[in-house]
């Protein structure tokens, strides 16, 4: 881990990246880059880069985990051992079982899973290079993979974390911010904002929390408009175009 920063936002209020505080990460996707998944995507935020590939719908194994009404969605968040600056752990943790919980939870009311009853419709995430906030990364990048699978949803989620650093609401916090904060504040939403996931780490105040939530909506908007340009270049490009590229 690095070493405690004497501050962590300057003297003319900005943070050590250059960020103000109601500002996110750079980020870049790409769609589609998994031949042998029915869809998937690339995505970097900041330093953080994840891949994720969904499969699906498709026959459940084992059988007994089927359910007759609709499909079951599964969501598998992985940090391989070489993400992080200390080696992670390979295999599932108690962090990677919660991240999997919650994520899932944040897509089950926009997935319109009893169109595929007895089915599942199986996300994978992958963390190839952490530097916090990759939850709500990871989530960014889902809802891109399942459009690109064609899985009906009812809009798209989006995820960005608030946080308390030196004192300061900031919008998504990177590893110093993370490390070193006084608090951090996962959040996702619908299209419509809905919050679908909402964690905690840290104290405070009522106060505190509405002024995060002001930065989280604007951030959230922010990445809503970058998730649907991404998807409108694919959807939109003629097919002969693709066709040719292939
Ligand atoms: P998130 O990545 O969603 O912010 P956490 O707050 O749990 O989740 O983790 C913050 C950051 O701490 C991660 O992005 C990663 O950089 C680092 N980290 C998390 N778990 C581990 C681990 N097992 N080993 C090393 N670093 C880790």
Known sequence: ??????????DDGLRLDGRHADEIRPMKIEIGVLSRADGSCYLEWGRNKILVGVFGPREVHPRRSQRADTAVIRYKYNMASFSTEDRARPGPSRRSIEISKVSREAFEPVIMAELFPKTAIDIFVEILQADAGTRTAAINASSIALADAGIPMKGLVTSCAFG??????????????????????PVAMTQDGEITLLQMDGNLTPDEIRKGFELVKKGCKEILEIQQAVLRKKFETPVEETESEA
């Open 1 to 10: 881990m690095s070493d405690k920063p004497e501050k962590l936002i300057t």
């Open 164 to 185: 308390k650093v030196d004192g300061q609401i900031v919008l998504d916090l990177n590893k110093d911010e993370d490390n070193y904060g006084e608090a951090d504040f």
